[in-house]
Nanobody, 118 residues
Framework: QVQLVESGGGLVQAGGSLRLSCAAS????????MGWFRQPPGKEREFVAR????AYTDSVEGRFTISRDNAKNMVYLQMNNLKSEDTAVYYC???????????????WGQGTQVTVSS
């Protein structure tokens, strides 16, 4: 089992950058496949990025980068050139399979709000 806590959200102007962090606790963090999801206002939670080559949703490809530091039990989401449509609550999630669907992720953080002003 793993516990996840996100941080780093906030208000940023369009074109700006933010780095989200996800601190994990629990055993065997390095064995989990980590991902980021987001839930825009009034919409369903959607996949953003997953550790592993090429695993980004089209709308963030080239602007967002996911990374992890197993020594620190951390996962990051670097977000550049932010757009108003990136406004959402962002969630860190952990899975035991290489998935991009929210039901494939068993563990979730509480979320962090990202608001991009135009």
């Amino acid at each position: 089992q793993v516990q996840l806590v996100e941080s780093g959200g906030g208000l940023v102007q369009a074109g700006g950058s933010l780095r989200l962090s996800c601190a994990a606790s629990g055993r065997s963090f390095s064995t989990y496949i980590m991902g980021w999801f987001r839930q825009p206002p009034g919409k369903e939670r959607e996949f953003v990025a997953r550790i592993g080559s090429g695993a980004y949703t089209d709308s963030v490809e080239g602007r967002f980068t996911i990374s992890r530091d197993n020594a620190k039990n951390m996962v990051y989401l670097q977000m550049n050139n932010l757009k108003s449509e990136d406004t959402a609550v962002y969630y860190c999630a952990a899975s035991t399979i290489w998935g991009t669907r929210k039901y494939e992720y068993a563990y979730w953080g509480q979320g962090t709000q990202v608001t991009v002003s135009s």
